[in-house]
């Protein structure tokens, strides 16, 4: 019987300096990210979901008001398929509630193989109580490319 107890003892003394020990890790787990790396985080998570075609996976950051608008737009880049995506540039208020980010996308549509720049205006806002970033998609932009014209670019001379 003793020995049971000494056993017990034992034991709640492991388990309550191992909750000593792991109650750090989920304080660090559960604070706050910075806004601006979350921000960061997310803009380039929903750049990439749009550039690979998972628009069901980007739908979860744009404005929960545009969300069936942004379903019913999906039609229109069916044919679309994006090479690469880059941020050109990002500005953030001094309050980090706010951030415009400047995303060209270069890629093609399956009508024409010619590939095209797309330069797109990504407007973000934060979302107080959730913490969470919200994007105001940008149709128009990703159908109007950079390059407008529509002579094909020159062959290369054949090889003799």
């Known amino acids: 019987m003793r020995f049971r107890a000494v056993l017990l003892s034992m034991l709640l003394?492991?388990?309550?300096?191992g909750c000593s020990m792991i109650m750090p890790i989920l304080e660090?787990?559960?604070r706050p990210l910075d806004k601006a790396d979350t921000?960061?985080?997310?803009?380039q998570a929903y750049?990439?979901?749009?550039?690979f075609g998972l628009y069901d996976d980007a739908l979860v950051w744009?404005?929960?008001e545009l969300q069936a608008r942004f379903r019913a737009e999906l039609p229109r880049f069916k044919d679309l398929r994006f090479s690469d995506a880059y941020t050109e540039s990002i500005e953030m208020d001094a309050m980090k509630t706010e951030a415009t980010a400047i995303v060209v996308y270069r890629g093609y549509s399956l009508a024409s193989?010619?590939?095209?720049?797309?330069?797109?205006?990504?407007?973000?806002?934060?979302?107080?109580p959730r913490q969470d970033w919200f994007v105001t998609?940008?149709?128009?932009?990703?159908?109007s490319p950079v390059d407008v014209s529509t002579t094909p670019p020159a062959s290369p001379a054949p090889i003799p």
């Open 13 to 17: 003394a492991v388990l309550t300096s």
């Open 39 to 43: 921000f960061a985080e997310t803009q």
């Open 28 to 30: 660090v787990a559960t």
């Open 62 to 64: 744009v404005e929960p």
């Open 47 to 51: 750049t990439s979901d749009i550039r």
């Open 137 to 143: 998609p940008d149709f128009d932009g990703l159908l």
């Open 113 to 128: 193989p010619y590939e095209r720049e797309f330069r797109i205006t990504q407007r973000w806002r934060r979302d107080a």
